[in-house]
């Protein structure tokens, strides 16, 4: 294809057909860059705004995909994918009535659309009806078993509803079709996780990375294990990573503060439990952590050593609530049984006198 190109640069349709193989390859990026050159060639072509919608939609650039779709049904693209597609989009910007319509259109012009059955489904999911949400997808599944995207909310929403082995066999079939599927991987650690399984869990969550190692969400799982058994050196690995791609993911600075303040490395940690707490001002455990871990920095300093009875940092998973935290101490309380072997002698030494 390249060498077609270059013999005719001019041509918008050469340059089109390129971005579809680049993009069946997910290589989005290149895909965009064609697409882009054919639209620049041939501005008013909605099959390739299209196109470009979809590739925007796969790099998670949603309003300009939103855009692009919106423009293609301004120039009279009428398919049934660009319907899906709008239905999608609108959805995720929570315009579910608007995304209802699209949706329904699609389906009425090609009633064996699976994807229009997947996103349908999910539209219903969002909106609280899982049931019909998991049917549709199932019959998504149906029409169209390479859809990956089907399998991937499928595990995820069996496992909300702790239906474990479903979850499992599901995500089983996917990987079945897409063996390097990296959000198939992560998927099926959650799944684990939520089992208390955590090294299956770790096992899927590294696969998932070595499949994609932008998928900082597994590494953010990872950490989490890794926090658990005291592993803060791979702990902070993960962390930092996920700080890398996410500055703003939930907890990130105080789970990372977590690591470096049982590391011992009270410097870092502050600084991230100040992070945590610019954040969000109400979080009552970033300032504590953040109180405890600046006295202990400063009796550091001026005595050369940490005090005597440093403050304990809670371990366990990081959502757990005040009445959790409470020292064990506090609350034992002890129960006096009687001795049921006691034996008791009869006095008999004295006289009893009954006065009538």
């Known amino acids: 294809m390249s060498n077609v190109i270059r013999r005719s640069p ?11 193989l680049y993009f069946a390859l997910r290589n989005f990026s290149r895909a965009l860059e064609d697409v882009d050159q054919a639209l620049e060639i ?15 939609r796969e790099l998670k650039r949603y309003d300009e995909a939103l855009e692009a779709a919106r423009r293609a049904e301004v120039l009279q693209q009428d398919k049934p994918e660009l319907y899906v597609l709008l239905g999608d989009l609108t959805q995720q910007k929570r315009q579910y009535r608007q995304a209802r319509l699209y949706l329904s259109k699609a389906l009425q012009m090609a009633p064996y659309n699976g994807e229009g059955y997947f996103y349908t489904g999910l ?9 019909s949400g998991v049917a549709l997808m199932q019959k998504a599944l ?13 595990t995820t929403i069996y496992t909300r509803m702790r239906e474990f082995d479903q979850a499992k066999e599901i995500n089983r079939q996917g990987l079945r079709y897409f063996p ?17 399984r955590l ?22 799982q990872a950490g989490l294990i890794y926090l658990k058994w005291y592993s803060f050196p791979q702990a902070v690995k993960s962390f930092q990573k996920v700080l890398r791609y996410d500055a703003k993911y939930p907890q990130i600075n105080f789970l990372l503060g977590t690591a470096y303040d049982k590391m011992g490395n009270l410097e870092e940690a502050i600084e991230q439990y100040t992070l945590a707490n610019e954040a969000d001002a109400a979080d009552w455990r970033s300032r504590g952590r953040l109180y405890r871990a600046q006295q202990r920095k400063y009796y550091l300093d001026t005595y050369g050593t940490l005090p005597p009875t440093a403050p304990e940092i809670a371990t366990e998973s990081e959502e757990t609530t005040p009445e959790d935290n409470r020292e064990s101490e506090r609350l034992q309380i002890d129960i006096l049984t009687p001795r049921r072997d006691a034996k008791i002698k009869i006095d008999t030494t004295r006289a009893f006198k009954i006065k009538q």
């Open 10 to 20: 001019s041509s918008a349709y050469n340059y089109h057909k390129r971005a579809e």
């Open 42 to 56: 041939s501005p008013s072509n909605g099959l390739y705004l299209l196109t470009r919608a979809r590739i925007l």
């Open 123 to 131: 539209l219903d999911a969002r909106q609280g009806d899982t049931l």
């Open 142 to 154: 149906e029409l169209k078993p390479r859809f990956m995207p089907a399998y991937v909310e499928l």
């Open 180 to 196: 390097k599927e990296s959000a198939l991987h992560f998927t099926r650690g959650l799944v684990y996780h939520n089992q208390k």
């Open 199 to 220: 090294d299956s869990a770790l096992i899927c969550y590294h696969k998932a990375i070595v499949f994609d190692s932008t998928n900082y969400m597994a590494d953010f």
